[in-house]
């Protein structure tokens, strides 16, 4: 018997593209929208700040829970939690008049987020799996480019109108009829993987500890690469004023070609993600490693774009890799917690990157900083053969007590 599942129907496939493009839709928007909510709430940088970290505040809870849903409720869940996302967003640009309003909306949009971040990822590992396409890689493609489009899009859309509902509820339609199409898309979702056990014995002791361990470590391992993406997002235009006294039309350019290099990337190593994971692990943390080190030796603006370009590419392609790989053998029962458990403890890495980033600019400049992030990813690298050695050996178990089927 074939270990891959029988195809679904393409409208079954389509559905993680829809839900990463919706995903994506809102997020180009809402850094668009920044300083006009910023504006409109009337609060100081300082104020600001400290709110925006309440993103972080609202998702991580959620996204700890949301397996639980998914697998509770099945994969439609994800169409679901994706239009809660888009009507929060208008309910933040309604409530933020004043600070209370704009953080009890921002938790509220983080919160949504964090749980459509979990459904939409197990919705692309399941259609991955049933049909041995690289979904994943190539669904954080769909999402990369389509943050850039938006983002341009809610651009010009506040040049015109200047209205912060407005822009949301603009963002709101698309994220909704994106959000209502998964829903349609993944009704032709079987109830359960033709491939899983199907054995009602009890999980061991064994095997979910092995399985929680497994998880965890993958997560860390992930927490690197999203501290490291995350912070050349954040901070590459800062770098590129401040090191180079580029102006803020050309500086913008480093935010712009970062995103563009992550969505070729993804889009380029799909196939190789899938077919030779620990391979593309090793690479990748290397370019990103050496686009550190170049960014932060760089003595011209085209050679830190040369360095930012080379930690695109590298950083980029991590995460999906991580989560693909740690994802692949689950069975669809328990894909849901497991994508909770490794996206929960990656995105620690996503909300300290800019932080940790920060720090060690203060002491050693913007420039040397991505030192730190060089660093991070090297560490990442010294990792891999530890993930791929506990994959061999057997010893991560899946909930249902069954040993995972190891490909590296």
């Known amino acids: 018997m074939s270990n891959l599942i029988a195809h679904p129907a393409g409208v079954f496939r389509a559905a993680p593209f829809l839900g990463f493009a919706g995903f994506g839709a809102f997020w180009g928007v809402w850094g668009a929208a920044l300083p006009l909510l910023r504006a409109q709430a009337g609060v100081s940088d300082a104020q600001f700040g400290v709110a925006l970290l309440l993103v972080g505040v609202g998702a991580l809870p959620a996204m700890l829970m949301t397996g639980r849903l998914v697998d509770a409720l099945g994969l439609r869940i994800a169409g679901v939690l994706l239009a809660l996302l888009g009507v929060m967003g208008v309910v933040l640009s309604v409530a933020s008049v004043h600070y209370v309003g704009l953080c009890v909306g921002i938790l509220a949009v983080g919160a949504s987020s964090g749980a459509a971040d979990v459904a939409i990822n197990t919705l692309a590992a399941t259609v991955e799996k049933r049909t041995g396409r690289p979904v994943l890689a190539r669904s954080h493609a769909a999402f990369s480019a389509t943050v850039a489009v938006s983002s341009l899009g ?9 209205s912060l509902p407005a822009i949301f509820a603009a963002a709101a339609v698309v994220v909704v009829a994106l959000g209502l199409a998964v829903v349609a898309a993944t009704r032709s979702a079987p109830a359960q993987d033709a491939a899983a056990p199907t ?11 092995y399985w929680r361990i497994a998880l965890l470590v993958i997560g860390a391992v992930g927490a690197l690469a999203f501290a490291s993406e995350n912070a050349y997002q954040t901070w590459a235009a800062v770098l590129l004023t401040d090191a180079f006294t580029a102006s803020p039309a050309l500086a913008a350019v480093a935010p ?12 380029a190593t799909a196939t190789i993600t899938i077919r030779r994971p620990i391979a593309t692990l090793v690479a990748a943390s290397t370019i990103a490693t050496a686009g550190g080190l170049a960014t932060a030796f760089a003595a011209t603006l085209p050679l830190a ?9 590298g950083t980029s392609t991590l995460f999906p890799t991580l989560l693909s790989y740690g994802l692949r053998p689950v069975s669809d029962a328990s894909r849901g917690r497991a994508t909770s458990a490794i996206s929960t403890v990656a995105y620690l890495g996503f909300v300290a990157g800019p932080a940790y980033f920060g720090l060690l600019a203060d002491t050693t400049g913007v420039q040397k900083a991505f030192l730190g992030i060089a660093a991070l990813t090297a560490v990442l690298l010294a990792t891999i053969p530890a993930v791929s050695a506990l994959r061999r050996a057997g010893a991560v178990r ?9 490909r590296t």
């Open 154 to 162: 809610a651009g010009a859309l506040a040049a015109r109108a200047g």
């Open 305 to 313: 774009l040369v360095g930012i370009v080379a930690a695109a590419a």
């Open 398 to 406: 899946s909930l249902d007590g069954k040993p995972f089927s190891i």
């Open 256 to 267: 712009a070609v970062f995103a563009t290099t992550a969505a070729l990337a993804r889009l």
């Open 199 to 209: 054995s009602q014995d009890p999980p061991t002791h064994a095997g979910r500890g």
